[in-house]
Structures are given as C-alpha cells and as structure tokens.
C-alpha cells in the first residue's frame, strides 16, 4: 500500500509540473495552419452534431411514427376485439332471445295444452251435467203426464161427463147406431165394407178416416160374422187409435213467465166463453193471470169475458169499442211483466178465415207479442165450432198458416149431429187436441180423451 501511494503522489506531482510550463510561441504560418485546423474540427465537429442532430430527428420522427402507428394498431385491435365481443355478445343475446322465445313459446303451448283440457273437461262435465238434468226433467215431465193423463181419465170417464157427452153426441152417435143396426149379423165382405165407408163418411168422419177404419176391420174380421156391437167397439177402438196422438194436456204452468196464449176463431165458435171456462179452472189451480179483450169490434164480446173475470176474480184488460187490439194486447203484455203474472190469456174478434184483411190484422198482433218476446205468443189455440162440420177443416188450414196454431178447443159437441168431423181433423193435422166442450157451465169444458170421445162417438158401452 506504501509504494502504491508513493506512485499516484509522484503522478500527480509532474502533472502539476507540466501545467506550470508556458507554451512556446507560434509562427504566423502555424497559427494559420492552428486555426484552420481548428476551424476544420469546428466544422467537423458541426456537421457531425448537425448529422447527429438530423440523425436524432429523424429517429425521434420514426420513433413518433411507430408510436403513432403502433397507437393506431392498438386501437384497431382495440375496436376489433370490441366489436369481436359486441358481436359476441350479440349472438349470445340472440340465442338467449331464441331459447327464451322458444321457451316462452312452449309455456304458451303447455297453458293452451292445460286450457283445452280444461275445457274438454268442463265441456264434459257440463254435457253429463247436462244429460243428468234432462234426464231428471224427464223424469219429472214423464211423472207429470203420467199424473195429468191419470186425472184427465178420471175427469173424462167422469160417469156425469161420459153421460152427458154421449147424450150430447146423441145426434152423430144416433145416426151410426142406426146405420149399424142395419148390419145385424152379416158377413164383413166387401159390400159390407163399402156401406161402411158410407156410413163412416156421412157422420162427417171423413173419407181418409172411414177408408182406414174399414180396411183395419178387413185385415183381422173379413168375410167372417160380425155383430153390430163387435162393430161398434171395432170402431170405438179403430177411431181411439186415430185420436189417441192428439190426445195431450196442455199445462199451462209450464214455460216461460207470463205464458201468453191467444185464442183465435171465426165468429160465434165459442172463443170467449172458453177462455172463460179455462180461467176459471186455472185459478182454481192458483195460476195469477190477466184476461185481454182483444175483440174490440164486439161490445158483447168485452162485457161476456169482464163477466167471466169477475166470476173467477181475474182482471180484465180492455179498451173502448174500436181500438188498435194490436196495442192492447201490448199493454197488457208489459202490464204483466211488471206485475210478474204467470199468464196472459188473450181473446180475438172472430173472424171468417176466407176475410185475408182481417187475418192480416191477426198477423199484426202475433208480430206485436214477438217485439216483447220473440217466442210469443206461446200458446195459439183455434176454438171450433163442432156444428160447421167439414167446414173446420178448412178453418183450421188457414188459421194455422195466419197465426200458427198450436192446439184445438172443440166446442158445442152437445148440440150437433156432426162432432164426427174432430176424427177427420185428427187424422188431417198433426195438432193437439186440448179441450172438448158440451156445455156453457165451466165444468162443461174437460180435457180431450181419445177413449172417451171414441165411445161416446159411436154409442158403445
């Protein structure tokens, strides 16, 4: 370490010694040569700093350019790799917008799935329900007719009844009894057959009906002995078969709320007197109704029904003689509705059913009942007389094409020797036969049996 320091000591001391000698002087020529020399270096040395400037600008530029560019290609990266995930993320939101639709659209099927069997189901349980119900309603209607058919038979097999029907048929019965009386104990072959028919057409049963009845006989008794009262309960029974699909009671408390019933009629049939009769009865059974006199070209016609009113303590609506009956029987229908009553029993003026202006006034009133219930009137029943013989059936052709007829009152069977023409009518139309009268009382006026009026007809026991 000695001899170490001792040389840097000796160094810096004759370095020391040579700054302290003074430079020699220079020639002219050496100061020239001194000075371009050093004017070469400080041009030398200029140009290379300004080529190291240059140098530097120009790498500092590229460095600035590469940057930029390096800047530029990042962004694009940048962008791309953006749009890459917008892209991405698209695609997955339309595949998750795809499943959820598709699952969307399977709940749907499934609730539409559940719907309809949900409804196929109650459909079902209604339909039984449904089934049930009218089964039960037939059951009851079937108990209901079954009970009616039991008491219109006891109260047309009535003995009183059956008395006074036979005595009031006496006529048309009388005129067979002695056509038959004739036959005593023949053979049924075909002149026999013929005298029949003969007999049969002129007690006003008709053609068709004496045709059907002889030929029945044929089949079973021909060209064997027969009896006159083999052939009366022959023809009690073939006449009963003719009558028996006509043979219905109507039940009045059936139906819609009021019910409302017209009865129409040529003049003098008996239409008043009939609604009066079956008022009376139907308030009896506890019906609350309203009696209309729509006949108002007939003052009797009001006066008879307010009397048959006050009989059965039932109001009776009217106007004055000459009134719009079409308006009336409006007023009345409106008057019951408010009232809640069960029935609306209305009587027309009788009218000749070959007279087309006063059918078209019938129409009128039948349109008039639809505006307050589409299905009025419910009930339109043709009152016969049973003395115009064959003329009913011309009557009750026209009638039911004017006013729809729904079912037939015979009346005055007590007094005519042609109450055959109700068989011929039966046989005619397919019409319910409601009532049959033989009387002014109201217990004249009974349900319509087939048997009944079939015995009575031909004077069987």
Do not use: C
């Not at 109450?419 to 139309?429: D, F, M, P, Q, S």
């Amino acid at each position: 370490m000695i001899l170490w320091f001792g040389k840097k000591k000796k160094k810096e001391e004759l370095k020391q010694a040579g700054a302290a000698m003074e430079s020699p002087e220079l020639s002219a020529e050496e100061l020239a040569a001194k000075e371009a020399e050093e004017a070469r270096l400080a041009a030398e040395k200029e140009e290379i700093e300004r080529k190291v400037a240059e140098a530097n600008k120009a790498w500092e530029e590229r460095q600035a350019r590469e940057a930029k560019e390096a800047a530029e290609e990042a962004q694009r990266l940048e962008e791309e790799a953006r749009q890459a995930d917008e892209a991405r993320e698209a695609a997955q939101a339309r595949a998750d917008e795809a499943e959820a639709k598709r699952l969307e659209e399977e709940a749907e099927r499934a609730r539409k799935a559940k719907e309809e069997r949900e409804a196929a189901q109650a459909k079902a349980a209604a339909e039984l329900k449904l089934l049930e119900d009218r089964r039960e309603a037939e059951r009851l209607r079937a108990e209901r007719e079954a009970a009616a058919r039991a008491a219109l038979e006891a109260e047309a097999n009535d003995p009183g009844f059956m008395a006074k029907l036979g005595t009031g048929l006496s006529r048309s019965s009388s005129r067979l009894t002695t056509g038959l009386a004739v036959f005593g104990r023949r053979k049924l072959d075909d002149d026999t057959l013929e005298e029949l028919e003969d007999l049969l057409i002129s007690s006003d049963l008709g053609a068709k009906v004496a045709m059907r009845v002889a030929g029945n006989l044929a089949k079973e008794r021909f060209d064997k002995e027969i009896t006159e009262d083999e052939i009366r309960l022959a023809l009690a029974e073939e006449i009963t078969d003719v009558m028996r699909p006509r043979e219905k009671v109507v039940d009045f408390s059936d139906g819609p709320r009021p019910r409302i019933v017209m009865f129409v009629g040529v003049n003098g049939s008996g239409k008043t007197t009939t609604i009066g009769k079956i008022a009376s009865k139907l308030k009896e059974q506890g019906a609350k109704a309203l009696l209309v006199a729509g006949d108002t070209f007939r003052a009797a016609a009001i006066e008879q029904l307010t009397v048959w009113g006050e009989r059965a303590d039932i109001p009776v609506m009217s106007k004055p003689i000459g009134s719009d009956a079409a308006g009336l029987v409006y007023e009345a229908i409106e008057k019951a509705k408010a009232e809640d009553l069960d029935l609306v029993l209305i009587d027309t003026a009788g009218r000749l059913q070959n007279k087309s202006e006063l059918m078209s006034e019938l129409e009128k009133i039948v349109r008039v009942t639809r505006k307050l219930d589409p299905d009025a009137p419910h009930d339109v029943i043709l009152v016969l007389d049973a003395t115009v013989g064959q003329n009913a059936l011309s009557q009750v052709e026209a009638f039911r094409n004017t006013a729809g007829v729904t079912g037939l009152v015979m009346t005055k069977l007590d007094g005519t020797a042609k109450g055959g023409v109700l068989v011929a009518i039966a046989e005619a139309h397919d019409l319910p036969i409601h009532f049959i009268g033989i009387g002014e009382k109201a217990e004249d006026l009974r349900p319509f049996s087939a048997e009944a009026f079939s015995k009575a007809l031909v004077g069987a026991e």
